[in-house]
């Protein structure tokens, strides 16, 4: 017995008549009728009385009739669903995360993804970077978000948004005008940290080092929102992402840090080998959702504070272009020195004694 001859059943069954069945089936009469023939004898019963007026069923293929139509109706919607899941349409995503991160456009692009596709669940798991690492090479995730790439073979990092490092301070600090800070500038300040088993971080703390700074971390949390309480309480100051520059306190200032080297990079980290279509629609998405949200956060290119981490870029574009104008510039001369050679060689020589 197959899925085949349980549709052609419920056809005769349906229409009561073979012709009929087999026009809608869109066959000729006799395989429809080796077919039903071929499910009697599987099953060792009739399901058919046959006569001039028809085909009826039989006891067995009325308890037949009823078992088949939810065999095949479920057959379908198994089909349907797997064909969603292979579309990217149905599913789950395990989405690994910084705290850090939900203050960009992560937030956004997941109400979007849930409104447009409500047949795909999605849970979030807060994780640090290398966590995050583990739990993808496991299975435990499907991406991860963090400021930091994965340099494992089996895993691929995908930069969502570049972004430098700004520092919070409260609002009275003597640099929080300033429109740029470098690291010796806070070697008389208190720090109040995120975690400090940070990729990010750890990098903040060597280039302290390294520039003869000794960081007196005062607090370390986890939560941007209690580091941000404590810089505006001025207990100390803090190195953060830019975008969380976006959330507004009357306390805090944010000022860019000058520290080359030093970024806060947004990573989207995946197995190398992945095949999710959901997982492929919502990078998409955020691809789109993370311009908009850019455009609308820091508008211009500058943000509080200072000069944002859009303006960064846009004053990085502007010296390709400056760059591409000087090379213009050079080739125009180039030309004209040419065409000013060619000229004087095809001048004439006046003797000496031929007057002017």
């Not at 995120?194 to 971080?201: A, V």
Request: charged share 25%; net charge neutral.
């Amino acid at each position: 017995m197959d899925l085949r001859q349980l549709r052609y059943f419920i056809a005769v069954a349906e229409e009561g008549n073979y012709s009929r069945a087999a026009e809608r089936l869109h066959i000729s009469q006799p395989p429809l009728s080796q077919q039903i023939k071929s499910l009697e004898g599987a099953l060792r019963v009739t399901l058919f009385e046959r006569g001039r007026h028809g085909a009826r069923l039989t006891r067995a293929g009325e308890a037949l009739l009823t078992r088949a139509r939810r065999i095949v109706d479920d057959c379908d919607s198994v089909e349907h669903q797997v064909r969603r899941v292979a579309e990217g349409l149905e599913g789950y995503l395990r989405i690994g995360i910084i705290n850090s991160v939900m203050y960009g456009p992560l937030p956004l692009t997941l109400r979007q993804f849930q409104l447009h596709n409500p047949g795909v669940e999605w849970t979030l798991h807060e994780l640090l970077p290398d966590q995050q690492y583990e739990a993808l090479a496991r299975g435990r995730i499907d991406v991860g978000f963090s400021c930091s790439a994965a340099a494992r073979s089996d895993l691929r990092s995908i930069l969502v948004y570049a972004q430098p490092l700004v520092v919070a301070m409260a609002a009275d600090h003597p640099l929080a005008g300033a429109p740029r800070v470098s690291l010796r500038q806070l070697s008389g300040d208190a720090f109040v940290l995120l975690n400090m088993q940070s990729p990010m971080i750890r990098n903040v703390l060597a280039a302290c080092l390294r520039e003869g700074v000794e960081p007196r971390v005062m607090h370390e949390s986890i939560d941007p929102e209690t580091v941000l309480g404590l810089v505006g309480a001025g207990v100390g100051v803090s190195v953060l992402p830019a975008s969380l520059s976006a959330t507004r306190r009357d306390d805090v200032s944010y000022v860019p840090l000058g520290a080359r080297g030093l970024d806060a990079d947004l990573h989207a980290t995946v197995r190398r080998e992945h095949a999710l279509p959901a997982l492929e629609r919502f990078l998409a998405l955020l691809e789109d959702v993370t311009r908009t949200w850019h455009r609308e956060v820091f508008g211009d290119g500058a943000a509080p504070g200072g000069a944002g981490w859009a303006g960064t870029r846009r004053r990085d574009l502007m010296d390709d272009i400056k760059d591409d104008i000087k090379d213009d510039i050079k080739a125009d001369i180039k030309d004209d020195i040419k065409r000013n050679v060619r000229r004087k060689a095809g001048r004439k020589v006046r003797p000496a004694s031929s007057p002017p």
